[in-house]
RNA sequence: GCCGAGGUAGCUCAAUGGCAGAGCAACGGUUUUGUAAACCGUAGGUUGUGGGUUCAACUCCCAUCCUCGGCUCCA
């Protein structure tokens, strides 16, 4: 164990030295160019330039090459000193401008300085020992990044590269990071013909095609029955609205950069909805609520439509009309700890039915800057301890981060990661303090007229966002209860079409999706074409199936199972379709 | 939105100012086939879109739309 961690330090140590490096390389090369920050990061690092020069890809060998020259020198990575001023007067004089922004920001007293060769940076440390203990690396690619993250400052030039102890472990990355390309969502979309997204439609917005769309229907049926287990009532609401009720809710003004223009109806201004969430309310409004009624558990599957800036779409992950599995709970303050608990247990739930490993965030106010928040400190202090205590009672890990609560409310937010470890965020439970008030929401209680508190929870968080996750998940091959197309018949000859289209016809009475490819093609054709489709299972039927009555199943990892008889084949898939299995019963 | 790279047949990609091409897919025909690609043929294009330079533009220039990698922002 104490030496993993030794080694995950000296590869830390070793990423950061070949940053120090790659800028060494890069200000060699390319005289005249400024330096941002080059930190360490997983499985590699990154630093930001400024340069004049535009980095194309053809750049990276010749500074790899370079790179190579100075780690071959062996130059040994030496520590000094200096006091403010001295790293001031170094650093102005280099006309360092980056690097003296974030001097002036250090506190006084001794700033260390990382010198290699020529070659001398603000850092502090640690470093290997000389550039000799660099050995496996790859400069992958070139991107824009804003200094210190922040898009009111000048946009710096960002190279990133890989770096490993081994060139066995570097290779690895390489095929993983290859791979993972494979499985990416857009790909599979496409190649599966589960969904498209075109420039006549327009960005992000999404077409789901026949294949996309049976399991789109699978998912939405499967979600509604488990909201409607856990007393939840599902509802529809208009896709838009007047701008008034928008103006009521404040989302005219506060998430205003989110929403389309307005449209004229009859000379009143329209809206086409960013939220559900008004909608529900309005039911909520509809009747006069007692505690007797509460909790009122409001679900939809419910379509909205936000703008979105363009650099920021991604397949299905982040578009510009999705549907949301949107539900908003109004309950009493004696009910809201069992129903965030409610809510956490579903979202886990959902994780487990897809064999996803998820990561917990809570987001909390800055208790400092009450000013930014709605709602009073007695308020946020008991929400975040009813979202805190949830997730402290169910034992899982969690990260916290402070500040990081919408203004109406803290949240419990869940994500996911998918091909190549980005994260996603699917689940978001949040606390609102807003739109109750907002609304002037009440309910009669033993004692006067009372205020309901409101949960606000998405499980799925969109479903194209969630099929997106799921695709890349599977990798294409979806478990049986979600494959398109779960069972496909190969005849051999034209002989066997007849038995084919009656084991086809009982397969799909009993529930099950199934089609024949009957073409008079040869047998390796039909296998090769329902293999790359991903299709679960594979019936094979020639003269010799025909002649006893059963078939031979071909499983995804091209074994045959001979024999069976198509009873046996249809109440054995059922099982498994209807059991969510993430298993194959054959296999 | 910002920085950069791209956009050629349904898909993957050629063609460096001089006749727009290949493989796969599609379509037509032949093949009745036993475990990951049978064979022959046909068709398919305003080179993202609009403008400009030129005798001549996929190629150079300008604008614009879209995609990709990041940044920022978020389900």
Redesign the pocket.
Known sequence: MAEEKKDAEFVHKMRHSCAHVMAQAVTELFPGTKLGIGPAIENGFYYDFDTEH????EDLPKIEERMRQIIKARQPFVCAEHSKKEALEKFGAAGEKYKVELINELQDGTISFYSNGAFTDLCKGPHVGDTGHIKNFKLT??????WR???RNP?L??I?GIAFQTREELDAHVKQMEEAAKR?H?RLG?ELKLFS?T?DC???LVLWHPRGGRIRKILEDWIRNENIKRGYEMVYSPHIARLHLWQTSGHASFYRENMYSTMDVDGQEYQIKPMNCPFHILMYKSELRSYRHLPLRLAELGTVY?Y????????L????G?T?DDAHIFCTPDQIAAEVEACFDFSMHVMKTFGFKSKVTLSLWDESKPENYTGDAKDWKMAQEVLEGVLKKRGVEYECFKGEA?FYGPKI?IKVIDA?N?P?????IQFDFNLPQKFDLEYVADSGRKRPYMVHR?LL??I??FFGILVEHYAGWFPLWLAPVQAKILT????EVPFANKLAEDMKKAGLRVEVDD???????K??ET??EKVPYML??????AEAGNV?L?V?S?K?I?GLTPGDVISTMCKEAAEYSLENLYS
Do not use: C
Request: cysteine-free; aromatic content about 6%; proline content about 6%.
């Open positions: 535009h980095f194309v890809p690619h070139v991107a824009g990044a804003y993250g922040d898009e946009m030039q960002r990133y990416d857009r496409a997204i420039d327009g960005p992000g936000r979105e800036r363009s650099g920021v779409l991604h397949g992950m982040r578009v510009r999705f949301q919408a937010d190549i980005r996603w965020q699917l689940t978001t998405a968080g969109s194209e966002r051999l000859t034209s002989n073409r008079p093609e040869k047998i390796g054709l296998i090769r293999h790359m094979m039927i020639g003269p010799k199936e031979t071909r995804r091209g045959n001979p």
